[in-house]
C-alpha cells in the first residue's frame, strides 16, 4: 500500500522542523526501503499570504485524499490584526472539523535524559509514559445556543455542554482500542456527579467497555483527575476524556514531561476506504516568532508527531520504535538544542544539529 503524506510546515519555526522531518523520511526511503509520497503545501499565516485564506480550498482536498497530513505551526504576530475569520488558527480547526477528527492523542513521555527538568520531583515522573485521549469534535466549545446576550438589565455569556451517545462513544472506542495496544488500562474522567453530560458519558464509556473485557476500566472525576496526574501520574495509562477537561488535562500532563517543546500529538478520525483512520498529526509547540529562522528550535515534537503516524496512520510500530529509541539515546547522550539546556549541561547543537544527532543514532541502530 503507498504510504500518501502531506507535509503542511504553517508558519515561524515550523518550516524548520519540517526540514528535519524530511531528513528522517528519506532516511526510512533510503535505509529501510520505507517509500513515501509526500507532497507540501501551505497553511496559515503562509496560507493567507498568498492566497488570502488560511486554508486554501485545493489543500483542503489534497488532505482529505491522503493518508495523513503532518502539520508544522500555525500562526505569527504580524497576523493579529487580521479579521478572526481569516487568522492562522482557523485554517488549523478547518482541518479538523472537514476531516472529522473527532479523537486527539496527547503522549505525555518523561524521557529519563530529562525527569529533572519536570517541576515534580523526579522519582514521580521518571519512567512516565501516559496518553490522553480528548474528544475534539463536540461538546462546550461547539454546543448551541452560545454566544454573549442582553438579559434584563445585563449581558450574559453562554456556552452549551453538549454530547450525543454516538459522539461518546466513537471517542471511547477509539480509547479502549488504544488501550489494548499499550497496557490495556484506561480511565475516564468526567463530572457525573454535578453534570448530565458527564452522567451520559460514564454510562457509555460504561457500556463500551463490556466489550473490551480485557481492559481495566475506572472513572474519576475531573477535578480529582487534575489533582491526581500531579500527585501519582503513573497510576494512569490511558485516560478519556471530553472536549473542555481534555484541552485542561493534556496540558497539565505535558508540563509534567518538563518541557511543551517535546511533545507530539495525533488527531484520529473514521477510518477511510483504504481502512486507515483520517489523521492529522502535529506537535504540540506553537509557532515561536521569537525564534523563527535562527536554527534553535527543537525538532524532536515534530518527529515524534511523525513517529506517531508511523504507528497510528502506516501500520508500522516496529519504525516507530526505532525512531523513539534514537531520540532517547541523542537525549542520554546529552545532545540539547537551546530549551534543553539545564544546570547540567549538555551539548549544545541548532535544529539541524539535533537532526544530524538523531540520524545518527538511526544509523546506529541497524
Not at 147 to 169: A, K, L, P, W
Request: glycine share 10%; net charge negative; hydrophobic share 40%.
Amino acid at each position: 500500500m503507498t504510504n500518501t503524506l502531506l507535509i503542511l510546515p504553517g508558519d515561524g519555526i515550523g518550516p524548520e522542523v519540517m526540514a528535519e522531518v524530511r531528513r528522517v523520511i528519506d532516511w526510512f526511503g533510503d535505509k529501510r526501503s520505507i517509500a513515501f509520497d509526500v507532497s507540501e503545501d501551505l497553511v496559515g499565516g503562509a496560507a493567507y499570504d498568498k492566497h488570502g485564506t488560511p486554508l486554501h480550498d485545493d489543500t483542503m482536498a489534497k488532505a482529505q485524499e491522503v493518508d495523513a497530513v503532518l502539520l508544522g505551526a500555525v500562526g505569527g504576530p504580524k497576523y493579529d490584526v487580521l479579521d478572526f475569520s481569516v487568522k492562522p488558527e482557523r485554517g488549523l480547526l478547518r482541518l479538523r472539523k472537514e476531516m472529522d477528527l473527532f479523537a486527539n492523542l496527547r503522549p505525555a513521555q518523561c524521557f529519563d535524559a530529562l525527569a529533572d527538568f519536570s517541576s515534580l520531583k523526579k522519582d514521580v515522573v521518571a519512567g512516565l509514559d501516559i496518553m490522553i485521549v480528548r474528544e475534539l469534535t463536540s461538546g462546550v466549545y461547539f454546543g448551541e445556543p452560545r454566544g454573549i446576550f442582553e438579559e434584563g438589565n445585563e449581558r450574559v455569556g453562554i456556552n452549551t455542554q453538549r454530547y450525543t451517545e454516538s459522539e461518546i462513544e466513537r471517542v471511547a472506542r477509539a480509547a479502549f482500542e488504544l488501550a489494548m495496544r499499550r497496557n490495556k488500562k484506561l480511565c475516564s474522567m468526567e463530572k457525573a456527579n454535578v453534570m448530565e453530560s458527564g452522567i451520559l458519558w460514564r454510562e457509555v464509556v460504561t457500556r463500551v467497555g463490556k466489550e473490551y473485557p480485557e481492559v481495566e476500566t475506572s472513572h474519576m472525576y475531573a477535578d480529582n483527575g487534575a489533582m491526581q496526574l500531579v500527585r501519582a501520574p503513573k497510576q494512569f495509562d490511558v485516560i478519556v476524556t471530553d472536549n473542555l477537561f481534555g484541552d485542561i488535562l493534556s496540558d497539565c500532563a505535558a508540563m509534567l514531561t518538563g518541557s511543551l517543546g517535546m511533545l507530539p500529538s495525533a488527531s484520529l478520525g473514521a477510518p477511510m476506504a483504504s481502512g486507515r483512520p483520517r489523521a492529522m498529526y502535529e506537535p504540540v509547540h506553537g509557532s515561536a516568532p521569537d525564534i523563527a529562522g535562527q536554527g534553535k528550535a527543537n525538532p524532536i515534537a515534530c518527529i515524534l508527531s511523525f513517529a506517531m503516524a508511523l504507528r497510528y496512520s502506516y501500520d508500522l510500530g516496529a519504525e516507530a520504535d526505532r525512531l523513539e529509541a534514537a531520540i532517547e539515546k541523542v537525549l542520554a547522550d546529552g545532545v540539547r538544542t537551546a530549551d534543553l539546556m539545564g544546570p547540567e549541561g549538555g551539548t549544545p547543537v541548532s535544529t539541524s544539529g539535533m537532526g544530524d544527532a538523531i540520524l545518527a543514532a538511526l544509523d546506529a541502530s541497524l
